[in-house]
């Protein structure tokens, strides 16, 4: 007797359960999916967290977000293609928009921010609202937030103190013109591939080094397939937190304001995590095996200013050379 109300109990609670599920879920009118390929230790997506969490709580539930990390939604130019075809919601995502809009390149010249306080000036003031029209205009993707990333480095199994010293090396690079030919002008043979391939491929000798801000470097555990990192900190730059135009446009003005300032909190919850990451991650990273190498980077700065200034769109030439002249 005693067992079986046990399993009588154990069954109700079930039963309580799976209620409770399906009415939060039915609570909700809109669910967004955000995709992105940063894992779960990331900053990117515990602000993605944060933003589910402040927007769910500002519309009482109405508009629920379900993020998925490491790519598990997709690519990131199958997300961007998802949204302006309607099945994705939202992604984080910065450079690769310039195949669409070209002013989304100035996300990541090389050697164009000289500081963190420089990017930020130019990604919040005229200059970056003029990114942000472009990109909703000709992508059809909307930036509510950005979130700062840290320089981007080269790894390798070898220490490389300049360009001279890159032999033709195979190097993945994101799918984006401009890091083409930049790595192609310092003598690297840059290969584009999607991040979710580059563990394997290094692994397997398809390429022989990548270049990513270290906090990608550690949440991929390259660390297992590259021993240095080469502090070349040829880009600084910011990503954004995006969502579809055609869902942005199908919100109420009232819903619209919560999804900006859930954006809003999550940007900051975003640099809080970044700044007290960065150091954090170079001492698990040299703790792992890997070895920081400094190098000229005033070499590598010199030797891809006029591949840069060549390979961006003639609509933001211009503005490319005034942030080096700056």
Not at 265 to 273: G, P, V
Request: aromatic content about 6%.
């Amino acid at each position: 007797m005693i067992t079986l109300n046990r399993r009588r109990f154990a069954a109700l609670a079930m039963a309580c359960l799976t209620a409770a599920s399906a009415l939060t879920a039915s609570a909700a009118e809109l669910t967004l999916k955000l995709g992105h390929l940063a894992n779960e230790q990331n900053s990117w997506h515990k602000a993605s967290l944060k933003f589910a969490e402040e927007l769910e709580q500002r519309t009482q539930g109405r508009i629920a977000v379900e993020v998925f990390p490491n790519d598990s939604l997709g690519r990131e130019m199958d997300l961007i293609n998802g949204m302006q075809l309607g099945t994705v919601e939202m992604t984080i995502t910065g450079e690769s928009l310039q195949n669409w809009a070209p002013m989304a390149a100035l996300l990541a010249i090389p050697y164009a921010y000289r500081s963190l306080e420089h990017m930020d000036e130019v990604a919040a003031g005229e200059i970056g609202e003029k990114i942000k029209a472009q990109i909703i205009e000709r992508a059809q993707v909307r930036p509510i937030a950005y979130f700062a990333r840290g320089p981007r480095n080269l790894t390798a199994n070898r220490a490389i103190t300049n360009p001279g010293e890159l032999n033709r090396m195979r190097l993945r690079v994101p799918n984006v013109p401009l890091f083409v030919d930049t790595w192609t002008a310092l003598g690297a043979q840059p290969t584009p591939m999607a991040f979710s391939e580059v563990f394997t491929s290094l692994q397997n000798g398809t390429i022989d080094g990548q270049e990513n801000p270290v906090a990608l470097i550690q949440t991929a555990s390259l660390n297992e397939v590259q021993s240095h990192v080469n502090l070349t900190e040829h880009v600084r730059s910011w990503i954004y937190l995006t969502i579809a135009e055609q869902v942005w446009q199908g919100l109420s003005e009232e819903d619209q304001g919560h999804v900006m300032e859930a954006a809003r909190i999550a940007q900051e919850y975003e640099r809080q995590q970044f700044l007290q990451d960065e150091d954090a991650i170079r001492a698990d990273l040299e703790a792992k095996g890997m070895t920081f190498v400094e190098v000229d980077q005033k070499a590598f700065a010199d030797a891809s200013r006029e591949a840069v200034i060549k390979s961006v769109d003639e609509s933001i030439r211009p503005i490319v050379e005034d942030l080096f002249k700056q």
